[in-house]
Structure formats: C-alpha cells, structure tokens
C-alpha cells in the first residue's frame, strides 16, 4: 500500500517508523496520527514500495482488518479478515503465482448489481449515529479501498475526514462490502483502487 507523502504534519492522515533489519530488508509500522497502529509489515527495498513477509492492517479503532503474507509484493497464501465491529469474515486464499497490479485497468471491477446495488447497500446499512445527528454533525465521508483479485474490499481508510463519528460509521460500512467482480487486464484480475463518497445528511427539523 502506498502513500502519498507531505511534510505537511498538521494535515497528515498517516507517519510511518522504519527500523532496518538488514541490507533488503526494512520493518515498517505505519500509525494514524493518534497514534493507533494502522500496518504492520516488512519491506524488501529501501523506498518501500515491495511488501514482503507478514503484514497486519488495522481499522482507526483498533480492531484487525486483515493479516497475512505478501511475497515480492503480492499477497500469498491465507489472508484473515475482519470487520469493523471484530466479526471475523471469510479467509481469502491467494495462489503463489504471479498477479497482476495496476491502476490502469482494461474493466474495472463491478459491484454487485452495479451502481444501483451500491446506492441499496449503503441506504440498508449505514445508521446515522445519534449523537452527531443530534449535534448536527453532517457533511461527506470518503473512503479510499482496494478491490483485489479475489473481488474482496481491502484496507479500507479514511480519505476526507468529517467526524470521527461519521468516519467509523463510513468505515463500518464499507467493510461490510460483499465481494465485486475484480477489475482486469488483459483478460487477467488485478487489484485496483476506488474512492467512494459516504454521505450523512442535515439534521431534519
């Protein structure tokens, strides 16, 4: 996972602390800037960008996300998932063959009944909370995931903040995703990135 990098530490979502292993090898924690653990997991390069050994991602509030291995930058054997309330979902398995990873995609990934089935899923499940609707907390929530190659949403993180209130709700949310129909490129899956807006309405008077 990268990230973009700022020196602009008022507006930072992220810092990350590196500690050198050895000459190919660098041990990486990634923390949001409350100080909670975000990623745990070891690098093969010294500009971080191969992921290689076991990795652990976490939501804001300090539950798992996911973990698992990476080999030369992709994820291998069994990946453990969670949701955002510690619910334990489905293992994913990822075969050691080589996969594809791009931004630039031939078919973006699907979701299931289109955008359509997106705006259902979301009105279902997402809940106001109380209490920022009583304070009148609104505005919109973006999240920035992953859609790998098995179809499954992936490090789920806040791109635009409103309220931590709204934020976990987003976060909720989307964790609950079901599986897509991966994006592809010539003809094979490949991980590709989305933002998708969370909106929490005005407080009817």
Do not use: C
Request: no cysteine; proline share 5%.
């Amino acid at each position: 996972m990268q990230l973009n990098l700022t020196e602009d530490t008022l507006n930072a979502g992220y810092y990350r602390e590196i500690k050198m292993i050895s000459d190919t090898l660098y041990d990486v924690t990634i923390k949001f800037m409350t100080g909670d653990v975000f990623m745990k997991g070891q690098y093969a390069d010294d500009i971080l960008e191969i992921e290689s050994g076991d990795f652990v991602y976490y939501y804001p509030n300090g539950t798992k996300e996911s973990e698992g291995r990476f080999k030369a930058g992709r994820k291998v054997g069994t990946w453990k998932r969670w949701g955002f309330d510690g619910t334990a979902k489905s293992d994913r398995f990822y075969p050691e063959k080589e996969t594809k990873t791009s931004n630039r995609v031939s078919k973006p990934a699907v979701f299931p009944g289109g955008s359509n089935g997106m705006r259902d899923f979301i009105a279902k499940n997402l809940v106001y909370p109380a209490e920022a609707r009583e304070k009148e907390i609104h505005g919109t929530v973006y999240v920035s995931f992953t859609v790998d190659i098995a179809g499954e949403v992936a490090n789920p993180r806040i791109a635009t903040s409103v309220h931590k209130l709204l934020d976990d709700e987003a976060l909720r949310v989307i964790s609950m995703l079901p599986a897509w129909t991966p994006a592809s490129k010539d003809g094979s899956p490949v991980d590709s990135s989305y933002i998708l807006p969370i909106t929490f309405g005005k407080k009817e008077k």
